[in-house]
């Protein structure tokens, strides 16, 4: 199952969710090369860095604690995000694997 990780459009924000039964902790913040993601489970790094891409998993680990792709998808063409146009443009998504 799919599913969308709401986000506001602001250069630097935290969010703290449930997926795959985890807690999870995201850091996005926009610097001068893209926009970039920590995810921490547990408060135990998983993911420290990531420079978010369009529909490019971020997870890219099979040993990783969390199962599953997390990803940006544009919704209106093929660019990477950008800040302002997250949770509207620029969706992050969540694939658990389950049909």
Do not use: H
């Amino acid at each position: 199952m799919i599913y969308s990780i709401p986000l506001q459009p602001v250069p630097a924000q935290s969010v703290t969710c449930a997926l795959s039964g985890r807690q999870i902790s995201l850091w996005l913040r926009q610097l001068s090369t893209g926009v970039y993601l920590d995810v921490r489970m547990n408060g135990q790094p998983l993911i420290m860095g990531a420079l978010c891409l369009n529909g490019v998993d971020l997870i890219r680990n099979a040993a990783s604690l969390l199962p599953g792709k997390l990803y940006f998808t544009d919704t209106q063409g093929n660019e990477d995000p950008y800040y302002d146009g997250v949770g509207e443009r620029f969706i992050l998504n969540y694939d658990d694997g389950a049909a």
